[in-house]
């Protein structure tokens, strides 16, 4: 079955509005959540992460959210710009195996 | 910067047929990982390792072999091709104590005809 799941494969956002994506998961084991970026053609590239002892991480535009009695974690995007478009994957992970699972993805559009 | 490479970048294969795809890294981590990228399912974990000399089964294994003779490299192995094996596939590694960032590489694409 799914263990981490991305329920909006898509989400059109006005330029400078806010991005949430989301992410539920499983497993109560998994201790690490994070998020990556991926353009067409390329690698995905981590953008941030948590360990599951911090309920919210912020970095720049970009804040995490994790939410451990729900099994669901947010990546908040402010000020979202086009070059922002891209596909967002959401990734747990678990210390006891060093395995991750990703969702399959959220296609973020930003428009101007 | 983490560099992870791949080999090779594009592979025409026949069904049945032998493929290998190669990976290295440069960036002494012991853990490795090999996905597969398919429309609809994100990024899926085929098989990976610990370190030199170990291989595990990832979620989706069948089909697939995996080797790692070395820290730097590890290749996935496909013993009989199959068109349904048609997909995008990176590899990875990291490490996971100080933060457990994965590095990819820059993805193989096969197709088996």
């Known amino acids: 079955g799914q263990q981490v799941k991305q329920s909006s494969p898509s989400l059109t956002v006005q330029e400078g509005g806010i991005s949430i994506l989301n992410c539920d998961y499983e497993?109560?084991?998994?201790?690490?959540f994070a998020w990556y970026k991926k353009y067409p053609d390329n690698s995905p590239t981590l953008l941030i992460s948590?360990?599951?002892?911090?309920d919210k991480r912020e970095d720049g535009r970009l804040t995490v959210f994790l939410n451990k009695s729900g099994k669901h974690f947010s990546l908040h995007i402010t000020a979202s710009q086009p070059e922002d478009t891209a596909v967002y994957l959401c990734?747990?992970?678990?210390?006891?195996?060093?395995?991750?699972?990703f969702g399959a993805g959220t296609r973020l559009k930003v428009i101007a | 910067e983490a560099a992870v490479t791949q080999s090779p970048r594009n592979k025409v294969a026949v069904t049945g047929g032998k493929v290998t795809l190669s990976c290295n890294q440069t960036?002494?981590?012991?853990?490795m990982y090999w996905y597969r990228q398919d429309t609809g399912h994100g990024l899926r974990l085929i098989h990976y390792?610990?370190?030199?000399?170990s291989t595990e089964k990832g979620d989706i294994p069948d089909g697939y072999k995996a080797s790692r003779p070395s820290q730097e490299n590890f290749s996935l192995i496909l013993e009989l091709a199959t068109p349904s094996q048609t997909s995008v596939y990176f590899c990875?590694?990291?490490?996971w104590g100080g933060g457990a960032t994965q590095y990819f590489g820059p993805g193989t694409r096969l197709l088996v005809l």
């Open positions: 990875a590694s990291g490490n």
């Open positions: 960036n002494n981590h012991n853990n």
């Open positions: 390792s610990y370190g030199a000399g």
């Open positions: 497993n109560d084991m998994f201790d690490y």
């Open positions: 948590v360990r599951s002892n911090v």
């Open positions: 990734a747990a992970g678990y210390t006891g195996n060093y395995k991750y699972v």
